[in-house]
Nanobody, 123 residues
Framework: QVQLVESGGGLVQAGGSLRLSCAAS????????MGWFRQAPGKEREFVAA????????YYANFVKGRFTISRDNAKNAVYLQMNSLKPEDTAVYYC????????????????WGPGTQVTVSS
């Protein structure tokens, strides 16, 4: 089992940056694929980015390519999402998630979820 807690959300102006962190506990973290999802009010949860257990492979939704960077530090049991050039449409609750095995951008495929952290981008 892996338990996840996100931090780093907040209010930022358009064009600004935030770095989200996800602290993980559990033995299987270092072997888990980790991802970030987001959910805006009235919308479905959507995939943002994912990173393989080794960090060697990263995956991004088209709408964040070139703006967001996912990374991980297995020694610290942590995953990060660096968000640059933020837009008002990036406003959402951001969730950290994990799963064993291979990559998927399907939320239902992830076994572990954090409670989420709010990101609000003002125009």
């Amino acid at each position: 089992q892996v338990q996840l807690v996100e931090s780093g959300g907040g209010l930022v102006q358009a064009g600004g940056s935030l770095r989200l962190s996800c602290a993980a506990s559990g033995r299987t973290f270092s072997s888990s694929l980790m991802g970030w999802f987001r959910q805006a009010p009235g919308k479905e949860r959507e995939f943002v980015a994912a990173i393989s257990w080794s960090g060697g492979n990263t995956y991004y939704a088209n709408f964040v390519k070139g703006r967001f960077t996912i990374s991980r530090d297995n020694a610290k049991n942590a995953v990060y999402l660096q968000m640059n050039s933020l837009k008002p449409e990036d406003t959402a609750v951001y969730y950290c998630a994990g799963k064993p095995g291979y990559y998927t951008n399907f939320a239902g495929g992830y076994n572990y979820w954090g409670p989420g952290t709010q990101v609000t981008v003002s125009s």
